[in-house]
Nanobody, 125 residues
Framework: VQLQASGGGLVQAGGSLRLSCAAS????????GGWFRQAPGKEREFVAA????????YYLDSVKGRFTISRDNAKNRLYLQMNSLEPADAAVYYC???????????????????WGQGTLVTVSS
């Protein structure tokens, strides 16, 4: 089972990035998907989640209206479109998969069984 996050980079404040997460070795369409981030010196925090079907999403309050999580189950891909980026958004971003689709979307890291390796997002002011 492997999740591979990509798409990070350096962007100016106000700019946009699109993160992608490629899943292999698991039926990704049967998992809720999530994005988390960890800034230097801080704990990893929840950013966004999407149901296995893509019909429901859940966001960290500070990214609502700026970030959009989506998925393409046919391609085993999870995405995070990040617009209006702020220096506070700079972090390593991780994708994750939660197999417990009988539950609603949750922000706790402990419910996500599979994790990607992270992709670095740097936002210059």
């Amino acid at each position: 089972v492997q999740l591979q996050a990509s798409g990070g980079g350096l962007v100016q404040a106000g700019g946009s990035l699109r993160l992608s997460c490629a899943a292999s070795g698991l039926p990704f369409g049967s998992f809720h998907g999530g994005w988390f981030r960890q800034a230097p010196g801080k704990e990893r925090e929840f950013v966004a989640a999407i149901t296995w079907s893509g019909d429901n999403t859940y966001y960290l309050d500070s990214v609502k209206g700026r970030f959009t999580i989506s998925r393409d189950n046919a391609k085993n891909r999870l995405y995070l479109q990040m617009n209006s980026l702020e220096p506070a958004d700079a972090a390593v971003y991780y994708c994750a998969a939660d197999r417990n689709t009988g539950y609603p979307l949750r922000a706790g890291q402990e419910v996500y069984e599979f994790w990607g390796q992270g992709t670095l997002v740097t936002v210059s002011s």
